[in-house]
């Protein structure tokens, strides 16, 4: 396996819950799992793949430790490192802006030299709008822990199985 790290923000503890969860099946130590407040320009270049997790505040914000944390991505080189994105939200609630936030990260790193993998279709999805829809994919895993979390674990299941072969 490559050198995988895993970067979340979080404001209520479910995204670190899944950033976990995904750590745990993949046999990560938890020195490996970053808050995206904390991270830094040398940490950041340690590792060849990245997971970047976040839930999805305000109007289809991105959540508040990434304020700081994309700024530091941004200045690491992510030249030749994967990235998969992942996320969640509230599909009912904020059906507009549902996991906007992965939308977010994924506009500002898609040209910073990384690959972003890990799209997922919408289907089986219940929302009317998303940024993170780009050409009618997720452009990575997308999660609804307040109205489905029975699906969340098999979500994760898939979206690793897709993402196996990069890491
Ligand atoms: C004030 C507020 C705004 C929210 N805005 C959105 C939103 O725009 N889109 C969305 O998908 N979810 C939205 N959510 C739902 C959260 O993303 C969801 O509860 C998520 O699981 C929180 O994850 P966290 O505990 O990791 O921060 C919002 C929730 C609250 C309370």
């Not at 990560?28 to 040398?42: F, P, Q, R």
């Not at 970047?52 to 959540?63: A, H, I, V």
């Not at 940024?131 to 898939?158: Q, W, Y």
Request: proline share 1%; aromatic share 8%; glycine share 12%.
């Amino acid at each position: 396996m490559k050198k995988v790290g895993i970067i979340f923000g979080s404001s209520t503890g479910t995204c670190e819950n899944i950033a976990n969860t995904i750590a745990r099946k993949l046999g990560m130590s938890a020195e490996d799992i970053m808050n995206a407040g904390e991270i830094t320009v040398d940490k950041v270049n340690e590792y060849e793949v990245l997971l970047l997790g976040t839930s999805t505040w305000g109007y289809g914000e991105l959540q508040d430790d990434w304020c700081d944390g994309i700024n530091v991505l941004k200045s690491a080189d992510l030249k030749g490192k994967t990235i998969a994105l992942f996320g969640c939200g509230d599909s009912e609630s904020y059906s507009d802006t549902f996991c906007d936030a992965i939308g977010l990260l994924y506009q500002d790193l898609k040209d910073s030299g990384c690959s972003i993998v890990g799209k997922v279709s919408p289907a089986g999805y219940h929302f009317s709008s998303s940024i993170a829809v780009v050409d009618g994919m997720f452009v990575g895993l997308a999660l609804d822990d307040v109205n489905e979390d029975d699906k969340t674990e098999g979500r994760i299941d898939a979206w690793l199985e897709e993402i196996k072969t990069y890491l």
